[in-house]
């Protein structure tokens, strides 16, 4: 059985009905929670009367990790086998849901896995990505695009191709198919990231104990509305939320992120 938790911030109605739309026939679902950090109710929402459907209204803004969390603990404590978190503009078909729980069945190894992400003109989106060392964020705005443009290339991994198994130690918190025997061992997201380095660092930290897989045979559509380059409010957030990473993993002297790059650059050679 799984979880599955949404959270909600002024979502188009539309990507809420669909998602419920395309799980309803699912019955390894235990429960689907939206977790609504919206300033008002979705009231058909609160009024929906569906049994494995849950409805949460924070009130408040908690951030994207917190409001997962509030799923996540649940799903500890009923000892569900998986929690999916999934954003919202995700689109999927449900017999890919049901082979991806095949998928990791079959592998107890795997405490984390992802499936390949595209745009929806079916064109890649680079996700799978090496442990951002402070000069990644900064190359983006000081660096020359020809030479930024490489060193992108190494950071998403661009060099195995996407179109393989591979063993990866950042991957996007767009779709996170997660084994909930990973999360008792290592935690859910840590809180203090309001959003964006959440999923790096929830990775990385399933990454040390388990498998955290890319798994290209099967797709998921992500509309990717990228609010950060958009956004001058939402880059700043992104900006100081990501020193907050680099506060817990000791900036320019992090020796695990150079052993962990280094051994899965290595894989691919």
């Known amino acids: ?32 929670f939206f977790i609504d950090n919206s300033p008002k109710k979705y009231e058909f929402l609160d009024n929906l009367l569906e049994e494995k459907i849950k409805y949460i209204f924070t009130g408040k803004n908690l951030g994207y990790g917190k409001g997962h969390n509030i799923a996540m603990e649940e799903s500890i404590h009923t000892n569900v086998d998986f929690h999916l978190v999934l954003n919202p503009d995700i689109y999927f078909e449900i017999e890919t849901l049901k082979e991806l729980s095949v998928f990791m069945i079959s592998q107890p190894e795997i405490g984390h896995l992802m499936p390949k992400v595209v745009y929806p003109d079916n064109s890649i989106q680079y996700l799978c990505k090496l442990l951002p060392s402070p000069f990644n964020l900064f190359a983006r705005a000081f660096l020359p695009n020809k030479l ?31 084994r909930v025997s990973s999360l008792k061992e ?40 990228k609010a950060s380059f958009k956004s001058v409010k939402m880059k700043l957030i992104h900006i100081i939320n990501m020193m907050k990473y680099f506060n817990k993993y000791y900036w320019f002297f992090d020796i695990d992120r150079l052993k962990i790059n280094r051994k899965i650059l290595n894989q691919f050679k």
Request: glycine share 4%; aromatic share 16%.
């Open 186 to 225: 290592v935690g859910i997201f840590d809180e203090r990231f309001f959003m964006y380095p959440e999923d790096i660092d929830l990775t990385r930290r399933i990454h040390k104990k388990f498998r955290t897989v890319f798994y290209p045979n099967l797709s998921v559509i992500h509309r990717h509305e």
């Open 148 to 178: 930024y443009q490489k060193l992108n290339a190494k950071y998403e991994l661009r060099i195995f191709g996407y179109d393989k198994i591979a063993n990866v130690p950042y991957l996007s918190g767009c779709f996170m198919f997660l």
């Open 1 to 32: 059985m799984m979880n599955i938790s949404v959270v909600l911030y002024n979502t188009a109605m539309d990507d809420i009905e669909r998602i419920i739309k395309t799980l309803r026939g699912f019955d390894q679902i235990q429960t689907l």
